[in-house]
Structures are given as C-alpha cells and as structure tokens.
C-alpha cells in the first residue's frame, strides 16, 4: 500500500461481506470508489455481497440500483414465494428471476473482470468457490441462508450461504492484480443505523401485509413465519430479571448466524487481513429489510467516504 497521497493505490479488489438487507451498502461503496476515480479489478462476494459483485461485473448494477430504490414494503412481499414444506421458508425464484434481469445469461469466466462467488455445500461441509459457470446459479446459492431460503441443489451439491465459512471473503482475491484489497464488513458494530429503527423482535422478520390476501395453503406457514408478542421496552424495570425478551424464529437464526459469523470473520480476517476495511453497523436494518434500499447505499457511501478520506489522511506525507 503507498505512502504518499500521490501514490493513492487505484486498483483495487473488493471483498463484499454477508448480511442480508444491509448487503444495499455495497453499492454505495462501490459508487464512491468509481467517484474517487479507482479501478475495480477484481470482486470476490458471499451472499448479498455475491449478488452485488456479480451484477456490477455484468454491467447490471446501476439499472438494479434504480429498480431496489423504488420497492416499497408491498413489493418485496410480492417477491416472496414461500415454500410449503420445503428446506427453506422462501424459495427466491422470484427475486432471482428480477436479479437474473438485470444480471443478463452470462458465465462467470467471461466476466470484465475476476469474479467469485462463495457458497458452502452442507454434503461434503466445505466451502465452495464459484468462479466458472453461470452467474446466476453462483449468486443462487450464495445467498441460500439456512432455514430462510431454500438450498440450490447442483451437480451432488446442496448449497447454502457462503456467510456460514466466509462472511467477507478476502482469500479469493490474494491471486488478484491489485494495489490494495478493500473488504466490506456488515456485520459491524451497532449503533449507528439509518431511518427509524427496526421494531422489537424485528431483526430477521418479514414487513408486515395481510394475511387474509394469501391462498388459504399458504396462510398457516406465513402466519407462523411472521407471529411475534412484540412489546415495546417501555420504562426501566426495577430489576434485570423483571424484562421480557420475545424474540421469533427468524429473529433467533438471524442472531445466531450472525454470532457464529462474526466469529468465523474475526478468525479469517486476522489471518487475511484486507489493506482497508468499512463496517456496516449490524443494526442498521433486519436481514429482510429489503425496502430500504435508498437509505442503506447513502449509508454504504457515507461509511466508505469516512474510511477512504482517513486513509488518505494516513497516507499523506508529513508536512
């Protein structure tokens, strides 16, 4: 990594880290590192990050951009097709199929630049790097997190979330021509999320929308996907013991992954650290907050702004 200001790296590899929703915050990362004037030479992305790096390699992620920033809560439940009975509660056909519009059938292998895609296969437990074959069935089964999405079964393979072994993969990038390795970590620490905060007992659950709109076989699944006592915190208790913690079955996956996550990362990273790394705060939004998109790139871009303007401050020369 340079010294000098002057010598600011400008190529650069970009490791884009797990995180559901908060996955949005890429974008706004990559749109300040192209507004800088850097050239990105390589992406290597698990889950959301997978699906982010693959559609700016495919030309795609500007026409994305403006389609996400437009769903409202309505829209991403209409993109939900629940599985009756299956390995997951949602089976994401829809949502891959709106990816897969502005991803085009391109095979990663012919992608501008070096692109990996990572998922973890449950059969032979073990991490999977995707860097040939179609995009779409990579990024499919990257994002496959366990008991929300159903796995994309391939060639013996049953794959899930790459965010189970590597939830901000820098190691595929380290054969990558670059001047520096940029990972973007969203599972940083809370505290600093945009707009209002999610609800109680939010962290991984579904928008709210009527129940009564659904077909009567689909009723019971959603209506135990989305049941939660929410109550509000209200005034301290006298004592700890006093507070009622009411979390869902979403909301316990989605902590419990996020637990073992930020350990396998802070295990991986120290072994293969990144030359720059931009948090995103875990709280900023629940898993499946995927209607607010417009709030979590500005974040994305506010966070990278921040960490690259003290980068060239520590790069700079003394006076």
């Known amino acids: 990594m340079s010294k000098d200001r002057g010598d600011k790296p400008r190529r650069v590899a970009l490791a884009l880290g797990s995180g ?3 996955g949005y915050a890429h974008i706004g990362v990559i749109e300040e590192i192209e507004a800088r004037g850097w050239e990105i030479v390589g992406i290597a992305g698990s ?27 309505r829209d991403v439940i209409r993109l939900m097709d629940v599985s009756v009975g299956g390995a997951g509660l949602l089976r994401a056909s829809k949502v891959m199929s709106k990816v897969n519009d502005h991803l085009g059938d391109l095979n990663i292998e012919d992608a501008r630049i070096p692109y990996t895609a990572i998922a973890v296969d449950l059969v032979s437990e073990r991490e999977i790097w995707f860097t040939s074959g179609p995009m779409i069935d990579a990024i499919r089964g990257s994002i496959a997190i366990p008991s929300v999405f159903t796995p994309l079964v391939k060639n013996g393979m049953v794959l899930a979330d790459g965010g189970l072994l590597n939830p901000v993969p820098v190691t595929p990038l380290a054969n990558v021509h670059s001047d520096a390795i940029i990972a973007v970590n969203l599972s940083g620490t809370a505290g600093n999320r945009p707009g209002p905060p999610p609800e109680p007992g939010s962290g991984g659950r579904l928008p ?8 009567d076989v689909l009723e019971p699944t959603v209506r135990a996907l989305l049941q939660s006592r929410d109550k509000p915190e209200g005034a301290a208790k006298s004592a700890p013991e006093a507070r009622t913690i009411d979390l869902s079955a979403l909301d316990v996956v989605d902590r419990s992954l996020h637990l073992m996550q930020d350990a396998v990362m802070r295990y991986r990273l120290a072994a293969y650290p990144p030359d720059v790394q931009i948090d995103i705060p875990v709280d900023a939004c629940g898993t499946l907050d995927f209607h607010r998109a417009k709030e979590l790139i500005a974040l994305g871009r506010k966070r990278a702004i921040a960490v690259f303007d003290a980068w060239d401050e520590a790069s700079a020369p003394p006076s």
């Open 20 to 22: 559901g929703a908060r």
């Open 47 to 73: 889950s959301m990050g997978a699906v982010i790096g693959g559609l700016y390699v495919a030309g795609g992620m500007e026409s994305y951009r403006d389609w996400v920033v437009g769903l409202g809560r």
């Open 208 to 215: 709210r929308f009527k129940l009564s709109s659904l077909p």
